[in-house]
């Protein structure tokens, strides 16, 4: 590089080093972590932990920046060759760039979905950033090493071809996922249960990325779902929904049961419980009816299907105490005691014959001459 154009990149370059830029993007900072303040209260806490982490990161970005920006100004006021200025300059510049992509990161986090609870998927904000990152190092180039970007996309034509067939896996999982933000089937901390084929996977929604959706199951397991299979399967969700989901429970009373005894005991015990909802109110039917019991089944509506078993476990808990205490047990098997019965009543009988036929073999062996 010739030493006349050295000195031109080098005024550039400390041309965009302003103070009132760097000023700028501390007051963006700023009102980043004021709306964080008004917004917290409202999220949930796997939120708050991923807002505390950007935070973090945000933190740690800005006095990366800060520092090499005083470093800068003290090299240029030693008078420090321009080279060395100038590189220092174009460092403060990336390290600029890079805190204010970080506070574009936090204003997607929070205040374009500020009425989402749970938070963002990370694919829409790592696509905010991969946009906002090509668009500022674009401006970067275009600034200091007057570098005409258009061109330059225009020749990186055929490689972005051949780089595509090489990905098509890994960008038809992009492209699902991005299919799955519009269409919006779910959000995050839902619980929603995919099916696809023969499968079926249910759980909470923990986060949507590039290529997978990861999902927290019902056993406390995390599981990575292609986004290709969530978007081809069938996706139920149970959390945004207006009406509760339908658990139910059956008994099987004895026959000689009062049943509204029994109906008063379940549906009082569905009212002991916290997570089954009043309204809809809980249905105890009679569904079936046989020689041996009647079949009760209790319809309960809830809300939170990730405390389903729990609040099913309550349930049970609440209902055969009550019924204990109201004199009325469930139905065992009447057939299988008849049949014991029915043998036992046969044994004697089988015996007695037994032994009148053995005496008469006896008497007749004793009456036959030797």
Same mark, same amino acid.
């Given at each position: 590089?010739?030493?006349?154009?050295?000195?031109?990149?080098?005024?550039?370059?400390?041309?965009?080093?302003?103070?009132?830029?760097?000023?700028?993007?501390? #007051?963006?900072?700023?009102?980043?972590?004021?709306?964080?303040?008004?917004?917290?209260?409202?999220?949930?806490?796997?939120?708050?932990?991923?807002?505390?982490?950007?935070?973090?990161?945000?933190?740690?970005?800005?006095?990366?920046?800060?520092?090499?920006?005083?470093?800068?100004?003290?090299?240029?006021?030693?008078?420090?060759?321009?080279?060395?200025?100038?590189?220092?300059? #174009?460092?403060?510049? /990336?390290?600029?760039?890079?805190?204010?992509? %970080?506070?574009?990161?936090?204003?997607?986090?929070?205040?374009?979905?500020?009425?989402? %609870?749970?938070?963002?998927?990370?694919?829409?904000?790592?696509?905010?950033?991969?946009?906002?990152?090509?668009?500022?190092?674009?401006?970067?180039?275009?600034?200091?090493?007057?570098?005409?970007?258009?061109? #330059?996309?225009?020749?990186?034509?055929?490689?972005?071809?051949?780089?595509?067939?090489?990905?098509?896996?890994?960008?038809?999982?992009?492209?699902?996922?991005?299919?799955?933000?519009? !269409? %919006?089937?779910?959000?995050?901390?839902?619980?929603?249960?995919?099916?696809?084929?023969?499968?079926?996977?249910?759980?909470?929604?923990?986060?949507? &990325?590039?290529?997978?959706?990861?999902?927290?199951?019902?056993?406390?397991?995390?599981?990575?779902?292609?986004?290709?299979?969530?978007?081809?399967?069938?996706? &139920?969700?149970?959390?945004?929904?207006?009406?509760?989901?339908? %658990?139910?429970?059956?008994?099987?009373?004895?026959?000689?049961?009062?049943? !509204?005894? /029994?109906?008063?005991?379940?549906?009082?015990?569905?009212?002991?419980?916290?997570?089954?909802?009043?309204?809809?109110?809980?249905?105890?039917? /009679?569904?079936?009816?046989?020689?041996?019991?009647?079949?009760?089944?209790?319809?309960?509506?809830?809300? !939170?299907?990730?405390?389903?078993?729990?609040?099913?476990?309550?349930?049970? &808990?609440?209902?055969?105490?009550?019924?204990?205490?109201?004199?009325?047990?469930?139905?065992?098997?009447?057939?299988?005691?008849?049949?014991?019965?029915?043998?036992?009543?046969?044994?004697?009988?089988?015996?007695?014959?037994?032994?009148?036929?053995?005496?008469?073999?006896?008497?007749?062996?004793?009456?036959?001459?030797?």
């Amino acid at each position: 590089m010739s030493t006349t154009t050295e000195p031109a990149i080098v005024a550039r370059i400390l041309g965009l080093m302003q103070w009132q830029v760097g000023l700028a993007v501390v #007051l963006l900072a700023l009102v980043a972590w004021l709306l964080d303040v008004a917004l917290r209260p409202r999220w949930s806490p796997s939120r708050r932990r991923i807002m505390s982490a950007q935070f973090e990161k945000l933190r740690d970005t800005g006095v990366v920046s800060l520092g090499v920006w005083f470093m800068t100004e003290g090299l240029r006021r030693l008078s420090s060759p321009p080279w060395l200025s100038g590189a220092f300059g #174009l460092l403060v510049l /990336v390290a600029w760039m890079v805190f204010g992509l %970080r506070i574009g990161r936090v204003f997607v986090f929070e205040w374009l979905f500020a009425s989402t %609870r749970e938070g963002v998927p990370l694919l829409l904000v790592d696509l905010f950033t991969l946009a906002a990152s090509l668009f500022g190092f674009g401006a970067l180039l275009h600034g200091v090493f007057l570098v005409e970007v258009t061109s #330059l996309l225009a020749t990186s034509a055929l490689a972005s071809v051949v780089l595509g067939l090489a990905m098509q896996d890994t960008l038809g999982h992009l492209f699902a996922g991005i299919s799955l933000q519009l !269409d %919006r089937p779910f959000r995050l901390g839902d619980w929603v249960e995919v099916r696809s084929g023969s499968e079926k996977i249910s759980g909470q929604v923990l986060e949507v &990325s590039w290529r997978a959706t990861l999902v927290l199951s019902l056993t406390e397991e995390l599981v990575t779902i292609p986004n290709k299979t969530v978007a081809q399967g069938t996706i &139920s969700n149970f959390s945004g929904r207006e009406r509760p989901f339908v %658990r139910s429970h059956v008994f099987r009373i004895p026959l000689d049961a009062d049943l !509204d005894v /029994v109906r008063d005991a379940l549906l009082e015990a569905a009212r002991s419980v916290e997570g089954i909802v009043a309204d809809p109110a809980p249905l105890p039917l /009679v569904i079936e009816t046989t020689e041996s019991w009647i079949a009760v089944k209790m319809v309960n509506f809830l809300t !939170d299907y990730g405390q389903q078993f729990t609040i099913g476990d309550a349930f049970h &808990s609440s209902a055969l105490r009550l019924l204990r205490e109201r004199g009325i047990k469930l139905a065992t098997a009447r057939l299988l005691v008849e049949r014991e019965r029915t043998e036992q009543a046969a044994l004697p009988a089988t015996t007695s014959k037994s032994s009148t036929r053995a005496a008469a073999v006896s008497a007749h062996s004793k009456s036959s001459p030797p």
